[in-house]
């Protein structure tokens, strides 16, 4: 692949269609105390979505920034998700349905809470209307269900996948490793949680058309790593075609998924994870979610400890906030 077409695609990607949710950067933070307290070899730095300035946050608000921007443009009124009880980007489209003038229907696996709690809670001050179902195999014909009785009545609605991961929703991460590149040299490594694999994909896509060769580890909170390499590999496969380009452009860059703290399941702690929340809190004040940023934290001062010095390691941290409050 010639540069001067991910140079093109470069340029398509940062002039993208793009909802305007926050008015500032995410900031990078070093972790000097974690270092020290591990103690690491390298310069250890986090990437913090968390702080993004649109509805708490997250590595969500990137992915809906150009996924609700589509929809609006297609005349959408209502937009329509799922995910578990405590979804986090549940709460973010719901925050973009209300920011951009539209209602918001959240399709749940899960039990109502006899009092709401975290992202729940947010979901509903934000307006949205919450259906319930039993299991995640019935989200998917609950949401086009409800899609189809408002279109009977003569909304517009629009269906956005588990967690905006589209190829357009991970185009919003390759913008933030953009953001990133504009600031920051290329670290050695970037940690991240992985679960319906947008972020790993965008991060993957962003590093290629930056010219990082930066690698990317992507932490399961459930999927297997077959499972998950085969979501990020068609994930990359449709950010080549949105940006016009061989389909197999992000292959090289190879897809690394660590399994290793999915313990009991999807939103179950393990141990190592509960020992990082409470490390990385104490040494640098930062909070972690249990479903996600815990168990990348735990991977990632694995490879810190592990790190030689002039290393870079960065950690992104994906927010969720709210669920470590539920």
């Known amino acids: 692949m010639a540069h001067r077409d991910l140079d093109r695609a470069r340029s398509q990607l940062e002039s993208w269609p793009c909802a305007r949710l926050c008015h ?15 103690p690491a070899a390298a310069t250890l730095v986090a990437k913090r979505d968390d702080l993004l300035t649109f509805g708490f946050g997250g590595n969500k608000v990137r992915k809906m920034a150009l996924v609700a921007e589509a929809a609006r443009r297609e005349g959408a009124d209502t937009l329509i998700t799922t995910g578990g009880a405590q979804s986090n980007h549940a709460r973010v489209t719901a925050a973009v349905a209300a920011h951009l003038g539209m209602r918001c229907v959240l399709v749940l696996n899960g039990a109502p809470a006899d009092t709401l709690t975290g992202n729940a809670r947010l979901s509903s001050i934000l307006g949205a209307q919450t259906f319930f179902v039993g299991s995640r195999e019935e989200r998917a014909p609950a949401m086009e269900a409800v899609a189809d009785d408002l279109r009977s009545r003569g ?28 600031v920051q040299p ?38 297997s790593a077959e499972r998950l390499t085969d979501i990020v590999r068609a994930l990359l496969e449709g950010i080549a075609g949105l940006l016009a380009l061989e389909p197999d452009v992000f292959a090289g860059a190879g897809i690394e ?70």
């Open 24 to 38: 500032a950067a995410s900031p990078v933070h070093e972790l000097p105390e974690l270092a020290r307290r591990l």
């Open 257 to 326: 998924v660590d399994t290793a703290e999915i313990g009991d399941g999807y939103g179950i702690p393990t141990a190592r994870s509960t020992d990082a929340t409470a490390l990385v809190a104490a040494a640098e004040g930062m909070f972690l979610d249990p479903t996600y940023t815990a168990k990348a934290m735990a991977a990632f001062l694995d490879r810190a400890r592990a790190s030689k010095a002039g290393e870079r390691l960065l950690f992104w941290h994906t927010g969720g906030l709210p669920g470590l409050l539920a």
């Open 186 to 223: 290329p670290p050695d490594l970037i940690v991240c949680s992985s679960s319906s694999g947008g972020t790993q994909a965008g991060l993957i896509a962003g590093c290629r058309l930056a010219g990082w060769t930066t690698r990317i580890v992507g932490v399961s909170a459930d999927e």
């Open 155 to 182: 909304r517009h609605p629009v269906i956005v996948p588990l967690g905006a991961s589209t190829p357009l929703g991970a185009l919003g991460m390759a913008l933030g490793l953009l953001e990133l590149a504009a």
